[in-house]
């Protein structure tokens, strides 16, 4: 009786350390990986489009697949869980899709052979409601065609594999951007004898490589000037170095403008200045994007005789 007593008080003693020993599960099996011959699925954290270095590994075993098999195309699929607008899923999963192509790119696959498509919150790897955090869910699938497998000796006549069916060119990132919008500025000096003056019209903006980070713009506007000493038509034009990161819906941005002022209502001059704006992307490559900036008037010695600018731009990428 005595032993039996000890025996059971030692089980008690090391089973809380057996299983503190047990890994934790993470995921509930999201492990980036190969899960049959040529197919991998490469999983993202939640609202993520970045790889793990376990993620990147997978990658780099799927481009030495491509290589070894010959293949003349690679596919990557990206994929979102259904948490969230099914559109901001959509985009979500291009860039995960576009962050697997980049890094099958520098692993030695060459862009054209790689056809990329979108999937959002379709297709799912694990069936759910919408709203459901799945992370199984939040996943890049590439796919290597495979060669199809010797036929036995005595089999007889060897069947020829169907054709492959037709995938969906890869979706290219957008490069320009135009947008219109209304505005309206303040003149704190409009010229050496009179103290100010406002300016209402229209400015027309081309941005170019809006994803690379911002990229950079050219703004042209048209305006009328009033509450001045000249009232009458009156121009900006400007450049503007951008800095947009992409964080979904919505994205700020932050620009430095250098360009002139010129017409009635202005002193005619180079200005430079600071803009701000914060960017709410819309479906069909629409943005709507509220704006404040400041011109310094180069002429003038004190900064807060430029002028004030406010707008309301509407843009479509492309």
Not at 9 to 21: D, I, S
Not at 70 to 85: E, F, L, N, P
Not at 87 to 112: D, F, H, I, M, T
Not at 288 to 307: C, E, H, K, S
């Amino acid at each position: 009786m005595r032993s039996l007593v000890i025996g059971t008080l030692l089980v008690g003693l090391a089973a809380p350390a057996a299983l503190a020993q047990q890994p934790a599960r993470t995921g509930a099996g999201a492990e980036s990986g190969q899960t049959a011959a040529g197919t991998y699925q490469v999983f993202f954290g939640f609202d993520k489009a970045t790889l793990t270095s376990s993620a990147r590994r997978v990658v780099g075993e799927a481009a030495q697949d491509f290589q070894r098999t010959g293949a003349a195309t690679i596919s990557v699929s990206g994929h979102a869980d259904t948490v969230g607008r099914a559109s901001y899923n959509e985009e979500l999963s291009r860039r995960r899709a576009e962050a697997v192509q980049a890094e099958l790119v520098q692993k030695g696959v060459p862009r054209s052979a790689i056809a990329m498509v979108a999937e959002g919150q379709n297709n799912l790897l694990v069936p759910t409601g919408n709203g459901v955090p799945e992370p199984r869910n939040r996943r890049v699938e590439i796919v290597v065609p495979q060669p199809p497998a010797p036929a036995p000796v005595a089999q007889a006549p060897v069947v020829t594999p169907e054709p492959m069916a037709h995938e969906e060119p890869a979706k290219a990132p957008n490069r320009f951007a135009f947008s219109l919008s209304p505005v309206y500025g303040h003149n704190f000096r409009e010229s050496d004898d009179h103290t100010s003056s406002d300016l209402a019209g229209a400015q027309l903006t081309f941005n170019a490589l809006p994803e690379l980070w911002g990229g950079v713009s050219l703004k042209q506007s048209i305006l009328w000037a009033f509450n001045a000493q000249d009232d009458g038509l009156a121009g900006r034009t400007v450049a503007s170095v951008d800095f947009h990161p992409n964080l979904g819906i919505v994205s700020p941005t932050f620009s430095i403008n250098f360009g002139g002022v010129y017409g009635r209502g202005v002193q005619d001059g180079f200005v430079v200045g600071p803009e701000i704006s914060l960017a709410f992307n819309l479906p069909g490559g629409f943005t709507l994007r509220p704006t404040v900036a400041y011109d310094y008037q180069l002429r003038n010695r004190a900064l807060d005789q430029g002028i004030l600018w406010g707008g309301l731009d509407l843009g479509l990428r492309f």
